[in-house]
């Protein structure tokens, strides 16, 4: 069920990606990996290292900049509903925690 739920959700993040502009936090975060430092209080170092790098290997356009986000929250959709698995709960508790 985990993974059921986690594709759907991944699948229409990547369609929908390029249907709206950039959010203000999103232009915030390119133009900090513009100037890379670690320095920003207000994120780790790690993540505006990682997009400076994803941007020069990938681009910048809306749905490469969305694209390990929406991979992202499917991945946390499928270990939610593992972790409901490990943790004694049937199918349907693992659906319900993944949805």
């Known amino acids: 069920p985990p993974l059921l739920l986690a594709l759907p959700v991944g699948v229409l993040h990547l369609a929908l990606s390029e249907r709206y502009g950039i959010f203000l936090a999103e232009l915030y ?6 100037h890379p430092a670690f320095r920003y209080v207000d994120q780790p170092p790690f993540s505006i290292a990682f997009l ?33 698995q490990v943790l004694g709960g049937n199918r349907r508790a693992a659906a319900l925690a993944g949805a």
């Open 29 to 34: 975060f390119v133009a900090c990996s513009h």
């Open 52 to 84: 400076w790098l994803w941007r020069h290997l990938f681009g910048q356009s809306l749905f490469e900049l969305r694209f390990v986000p929406a991979v992202l929250h499917a991945v946390v959709i499928v270990l939610t509903g593992l972790l409901a």
